[in-house]
T-cell receptor, first 116, second 110 residues
Framework: EAEVAQSPRYKITEKSQAVAFWCDPISGHATLYWYRQILGQGPELLVQFQDESVVDDSQLPKDRFSAERLKGVDSTLKIQPAELGDSAMYLC??????????????FGQGTRLTVV | GENVEQHPSTLSVQEGDSAVIKCTYS??????FPWYKQELGKGPQLIID?????GEKKDQRIAVTLNKTAKHFSLHITETQPEDSAVYFCAASPGNQFYFGTGTSLTVIP
């Protein structure tokens, strides 16, 4: 069964350091999402790609976060510098098409980030 | 933007009983409503979804109902089993992105 792959599963970093997360969506999925999930809350969208283009990054803290999907396949989310408040689960999801019309989105296992 | 509210935040049921989780949404343009199950330390898993042209959908022990007029939808789990214990999230999509509820922690007591 096709899955969304994420790495690493866990990451501990010191504040002010740089950290990067990688996501490989399900093959053929044009839409890729990065979500942040704080413990006890639902996922919140950080950035959404359609192929290699960003379609929504309104909730991405652009002073420290960046995301890219250069070839429209896998994607990297970077934080520099990391802050204590960035500790959370970072989830990647993908869907065959954009959400319009109701397209299922499938999540990866996530990267648990702890900033110390 | 869309606002999704989910209740209850925690739910405990005896094995074999039914569990119901309710969500409301604010944007009448929302037309797709997925439900996800998240086990500890894992990513959310899509378990069932419903589109706005359907009032009810069932898949074995899981069912979802949608009332577009009242802007609410519900997840029903019958004959609950210990492996149903997890956090459940509802979501709504008006077509641009997915908006999630705050989650319901379900515990099924053997």
């Amino acid at each position: 069964e096709a899955e969304v792959a994420q790495s690493p599963r866990y990451k501990i970093t010191e504040k002010s350091q740089a950290v990067a997360f990688w996501c490989d969506p399900i093959s053929g999925h044009a839409t890729l999402y990065w979500y942040r999930q704080i413990l006890g809350q639902g996922p919140e969208l950080l950035v959404q790609f359609q192929d290699e283009s960003v379609v929504d990054d309104s909730q991405l803290p652009k002073d420290r976060f960046s995301a890219e999907r250069l070839k429209g396949v896998d994607s990297t989310l970077k934080i520099q510098p990391a802050e204590l408040g960035d500790s959370a689960m970072y989830l990647c999801a993908s869907s065959l098409k954009p959400p319009a019309g109701g397209t299922e989105a499938f999540f990866g296992q996530g990267t648990r980030l702890t900033v110390v | 933007g869309e606002n999704v509210e989910q209740h209850p935040s925690t739910l405990s049921v005896q094995e074999g009983d039914s569990a119901v989780i309710k969500c409301t949404y604010s944007d009448s343009a929302s037309n797709y409503f997925p439900w996800y199950k998240q086990e500890l330390g894992k990513g959310p898993q899509l378990i069932i979804d419903i589109r706005s042209n359907v009032g009810e959908k069932k898949d074995q022990r899981i069912a979802v109902t949608l009332n577009k007029t009242a802007k609410h939808f519900s997840l029903h789990i019958t004959e609950t089993q210990p492996e149903d214990s997890a956090v459940y999230f509802c979501a709504a999509s008006p077509g641009n992105q997915f908006y999630f509820g705050t989650g319901t922690s379900l515990t099924v007591i053997p």
